[in-house]
């Protein structure tokens, strides 16, 4: 016979463990949103990650040549009403205000670029005229693999995990491919891959 698994009560969140700045940030969330310690850290963290991993890696303790990439994967859990999405609102202000001044000039960038290559084949306008985006709620791993190819990083937030999980690419035969590509990404590994352009001939 088992013994049911008792909950155990969680420990406080250690508002001052993340340092000066993003403990007095992630306490200011929680206060102003009135939303648990866990979920205004949980935002921070994230959204801190998301800005500094274009600019630093952590170099791994156990190999002094093997440099890791400074993102987070973060799952929270919460009841309806706990303000998740709040937090990340508020902790996403400032990206969310660079997102837009970004998608204004790449907007102004492509449209001067298809009037500088005007006589330029449709596949080559698509390639070179991306959108880039700093965040996404949502997107295929094919997609994302795409979009790094014209920009450093990208941070996903979702407010319902279910979207993410239960995506296409975590669905059926995709699941594996999908966690895999995820691993790869955290751990620093190259997201080398393969692929036929359907519109080649062989």
């Known amino acids: 016979d088992f ?3 008792q ?11 993340p340092g000066d700045v993003l403990g007095k940030a992630a306490r200011a969330i929680a206060q102003t949103v009135q939303a648990p310690d866990a979920l205004a850290g949980a935002s921070v963290l994230a959204v801190a990650s998301l800005v500094t991993q274009a600019h630093a890696n952590v170099q791994a303790p156990h190999n002094p040549h093997k440099k890791i990439p400074l993102s987070l994967f973060l799952i929270t859990s919460a009841t309806s009403g706990d ?3 709040g937090t990340d609102d508020v902790a996403l202000c400032e990206v969310v205000r660079y997102r837009k001044e970004q998608a204004a000039k ?3 960038d492509i449209l001067q670029w ?3 290559n005007a006589g330029v ?3 080559d306008r698509t390639d070179k005229s991306r959108l880039a985006t700093l965040t996404c709620d949502n997107a295929t791993i094919q997609a994302i693999d795409v979009q790094l190819q ?3 990083h990208i941070g996903i937030f979702s407010g319902e995990g279910a979207g993410v999980l239960g995506g296409h690419s975590m669905r059926g035969d995709k699941q594996g491919e999908g966690i895999a590509y995820y691993c790869k990404a955290w751990d620093g590994a190259p997201l080398d891959r393969l692929r036929v352009d359907h519109t080649s001939s062989l």
């Open 150 to 152: 014209h920009q450093p």
């Open 83 to 85: 303000r998740k999405t």
């Open 3 to 5: 013994e049911p698994i």
């Open 121 to 123: 084949s449709a596949k």
């Open 114 to 116: 298809e009037n500088d």
């Open 106 to 108: 790449n907007k102004r």
């Open 7 to 17: 909950p155990i009560k969680p420990e406080p969140f250690p508002l001052d463990a």
